[in-house]
């Protein structure tokens, strides 16, 4: 069974009076343990179909079945559950609090799971030591430069152990070779750790990391096609 599958999903918004289709009938699905980068222009439906994905928005039609459940019979807490420890964010402006150490940034997701003050301690210290911040964690957003920042956010994002992680533009505020750093923490993090990654970017060397790679534009996928060699690392 798919980890991730969409059937026909279709998204309108209404604007200036008018009914406007954003995406035209998406399907795809994703196994367990994928690395897939989704590409495309502004406007192309590639971070709608992400928010949709990440349960932070619903379709108009169509369905979309995570794990085995039908997402559109999930009430707001199940949602909010399911948001919290199926899947894990991560976004091009970091997200992080400003006055709060990095510490304390990444046990933000276990506060809402109910997990202990020293259990919390624990797992937001091995998540950081997971992303090579072992030394940085008393230290807040201001004293971390932005690739240790979005670092802070990956580990914020694997904290919980979800099976995914689902990356908004994450190099987008990054030089290229702090990127490229970026990039190949989220390999390690698919090769090492089987954790799926759908990453939405529309740059062609970022996307060049994945194992796959899906090409949109005007509200469908266009293609859809294996990466064989994953810049930084083999992708078989």
């Known amino acids: 069974m798919a980890l991730i599958e969409l059937l026909d999903m279709r998204k309108s918004f209404r604007m200036g009076g008018k009914e406007m289709e954003i995406l035209h009938g998406v399907s795809l699905s994703a196994e367990r343990g994928e690395f897939i980068a989704m590409m495309g222009p502004s406007g192309s439906g590639k971070s709608t179909t992400m928010n949709i994905l990440g349960c932070l928005d619903t379709p108009t039609s169509g369905k979309y079945i995570l794990d085995g459940r039908d997402v559109d019979s999930l009430d707001g807490d199940e949602l909010a559950t399911v948001r919290n420890v199926m899947i894990g964010f ?112 529309h740059e062609a060397s970022v996307a060049a990391h994945a194992k796959r790679i899906l090409h949109f534009r005007d509200g469908v996928i266009t293609s859809d096609e294996p990466n064989a060699i994953a810049r930084g690392g083999d992708a078989a």
Do not use: C, W
């Not at 304390?104 to 090579?132: F, K, Q, W």
């Not at 702090?178 to 089987?194: D, H, P, R, V, Y």
């Open 90 to 201: 991560v976004f091009q402006g970091f997200n992080l609090l400003q006055r709060t150490s990095a510490l304390a940034n990444v046990e933000m997701p276990m506060l809402y799971s109910g997990v202990g003050a020293r259990e919390r301690r624990r797992r937001a210290a091995e998540a950081l030591e997971r992303v090579g911040l072992a030394d940085r964690m008393d230290h807040d957003p201001s004293r971390l430069s932005g690739g240790q920042q979005q670092r802070v956010a990956i580990a914020r994002g694997i904290v919980n152990k979800a099976p995914i992680l689902m990356a908004d533009e994450p190099t987008g505020n990054l030089d290229t070779r702090t990127s490229e750093e970026i990039m190949a923490l989220f390999q390690e993090l698919n090769a090492k750790e089987g954790i799926t990654i759908v990453l939405v970017t």
